[in-house]
């Protein structure tokens, strides 16, 4: 069988590379035929229908969700599997105590023998992706193989997916390999191999999400962090959003948090209508690649062109733009339907689901109607605060990075570090508690540097080092702060509005940034007072304010001592830099 494009527009050049490595995965997969993916609209057009003829995709409701389809994934393919991902570097050191690691010689004879046949009577997708702007030259590119429609699907939303990607890796001929098979879906038989010195990864038995989009996790964050390493740019865990104050100047945040956190949320952020004159630009929702640039700042790019979004929650009064833009032309994945077939979900305040996220009739003894991890995929075009920016090939400037994390206790609503070395520290001594975007327990604490626990492609120490030789390339340098939307008191209720409201808190950072706010010192950093943040129109009780902003010695001893005994793992790889932060942390707080 001809592995040659499908003839549908004239050919574009072919990197020899390219076709040499899907001949030998079709000989290896023996798929029933070969798809060269366009990107052409007529061919997401065609894919669609296809899955709507064999039942893996349901049109919603038409008139109140137009161009909208349900997928529903297997019952034990629902989220990321940290478990079942390994990085595969020849030195075990290198993928460091941070990730799971395989030798790449057993890893790849694993996957061999897991891909053999895999694809009979299957079609085998070629996607050629780009991520970033098509013109920039900090987009990287790839190809991904897979066997899933569905998976092609979301890559032409996620990625700038088709035949300009083709063209440009022609011209570059550099790109990373991935290999896609959802397999037979069978959870003992599930694996996502990293291989960061060879530009490939290898999925194999999920069809879900972070697990199957090989751009987004897999290649965005595990294998650019690594690349980045190299190159002297960092591939982050983070969203980017314009802040445009009511002098009508704007500034550049990048923010890290674990996934289901709200960062999607924070990057559409809808400000507070007793803040008039602000304006909020989303630039990206999930991934920051950010380079030194030659004026000393830091800039950013979005290598996504959508967004794979937490659909509980999202209604109306969380978030106006976010429930509009989730209207149209959006696929859900394992969401619950209306009798008159519009997608439900908890949270979403109207509407009575009748058929949950299983395809079985709605009954609450089950669970949930909507998996709590179900998702969204959308343009970014749908946002009606998309970025003008988002494809400047140079990327934007950013004034701060925020870390933060859920936490229950103990982490403040906002707290600044001194200077990038602290922020490191800060940024290294971010824990969170759970989600549901991963499976295992949800709720529990654990440690979660920059965000980047289950993304980072190498040894986090090596990481924070580089963080550090990042830094000290930058004249001018974001200033770096840690965030906490999530406090609660002991009868469960939060102490902060969040949503929209958190642009108070983002407007003292971008006056800190500019020097302009007033903050006070503590052991931990600066934070503000009560009357250094705008509440204007807010209703929030002084005590609670209070207890946002306080900071528990005692409570932060036991933090820094547990945070000290969790770096004992990274030994002598620890950077110099890191250690003296935080001794000076430790001697402060007594
Ligand atoms: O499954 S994804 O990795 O794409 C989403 C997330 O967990 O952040
Ligand atoms: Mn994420």
Redesign the pocket.
């Known amino acids: 069988m001809a592995t040659a494009p499908n003839a549908l527009l004239p050919l574009p050049k072919l990197s020899p590379e390219v076709t040499a490595w899907v001949e030998s995965v079709r000989q290896l997969t023996q798929p029933a035929a070969v798809h060269w993916c366009e990107g052409s609209a007529a061919e997401i057009k065609q894919l669609t229908a296809q899955l709507e003829t064999s039942g893996e995709l349901i049109r919603l409701n038409e008139k109140e969700f137009p161009n909208c389809h349900l997928a529903r994934s297997n019952p034990s393919d629902v989220a990321?599997v940290e478990h079942l991902t390994f990085v595969c570097t020849s030195r075990k050191e290198d993928a460091g105590p941070n990730n799971n690691w395989m030798a790449p010689a057993e890893a790849h004879a694993k996957m061999r023998d897991l891909y053999q046949g895999c694809m009979k009577g299957r079609t085998l997708y070629v996607v050629p992706y780009c991520m970033g702007p098509l013109d920039s030259p900090l987009s990287r590119y790839g190809v991904e193989i897979t066997d899933s429609a569905y998976v092609v699907l979301n890559m032409a939303t996620m990625t700038r997916m088709g035949r300009p990607a083709l063209d440009l890796i022609a011209r570059t001929g550099t790109f990373v390999k991935g290999l896609h098979s959802i397999g037979e879906l069978d959870p003992n038989r599930r694996f996502i191999m990293h291989f960061p010195e060879e530009l490939q990864i290898q999925s194999f038995g999920s069809g879900y999400?972070?697990n199957a989009?090989l751009g987004?996790?897999c290649h965005a964050l595990r294998i650019a962090s690594y690349q980045a390493r190299t190159e002297g740019w960092l591939a982050e865990h983070m969203l980017i959003v314009g802040l445009q104050n009511p002098k009508g100047e704007t500034h550049y945040v990048a923010a890290a948090f674990p996934?289901a956190c709200g960062k999607t949320n924070l990057a559409m952020l809808i400000p507070p209508e007793s803040m008039p004159g602000w304006k909020v630009f989303t630039v990206g929702d999930?991934i920051a690649w950010l380079h030194p640039g030659p004026d000393g700042r830091l800039w950013a790019i979005n290598p996504e062109s959508g967004y794979?979004g937490v659909v509980p929650g999202t209604n109306p009064d969380t978030n106006r733009n976010a429930y509009n833009m989730i209207r149209h032309d959006t696929l859900f994945t394992n969401v619950a339907v209306t009798a008159d077939n519009q997608p439900w979900w908890e949270g979403l305040k109207s509407g009575t689901p009748v058929t949950d996220w299983q395809g079985r009739p709605y009954d609450p003894k089950n669970g949930p109607a909507a998996h709590p991890n179900s998702r969204f995929t959308v343009s970014a075009r749908n946002n009606p605060d998309y970025s003008p920016h988002s494809e400047d090939a140079k990327g934007v400037p950013i004034s701060a990075i925020i870390f933060g994390g859920r936490r229950r206790t103990l982490a403040p609503l906002v707290y600044q570090a001194r200077d990038w070395e602290h922020g490191v520290l800060v940024g290294a001594s971010v824990a969170s508690e759970t989600t549901a975007?991963?499976t295992g327990q949800v709720g529990v604490v654990r440690r979660d540097p920059m965000a980047m626990q289950p993304f980072c492609g190498y040894n986090f120490a090596d990481y924070w080092q580089h963080w550090l030789n990042v830094g000290a390339k930058l004249s001018k340098p974001p200033q770096i702060f840690h965030v906490n939307w999530f406090r609660r008191d002991e009868a469960g209720r939060f102490l902060w509005p969040g949503f929209g409201d958190n642009l108070r808190v983002l407007a003292w950072m971008l006056d800190r940034a500019t020097g302009a706010a007033h903050a006070h010192e503590t052991a931990i950093g600066s934070l503000p007072l009560p009357e250094d943040l705008n509440l204007a129109g807010l209703d929030i009780s002084p005590a609670d304010i209070t207890e946002l902003l306080r900071v528990d010695t005692d409570a932060w001893r036991h933090e820094i001592a547990e945070f000290h005994k969790y770096l004992g793992q990274y030994g002598a790889r620890l950077p110099a830099a890191l250690k003296s932060q935080l001794a000076r942390v430790e001697q402060a707080l007594g």
């Open positions: 990321r999400g972070g989009l987004k996790k996934s999930d794979f975007a991963a």
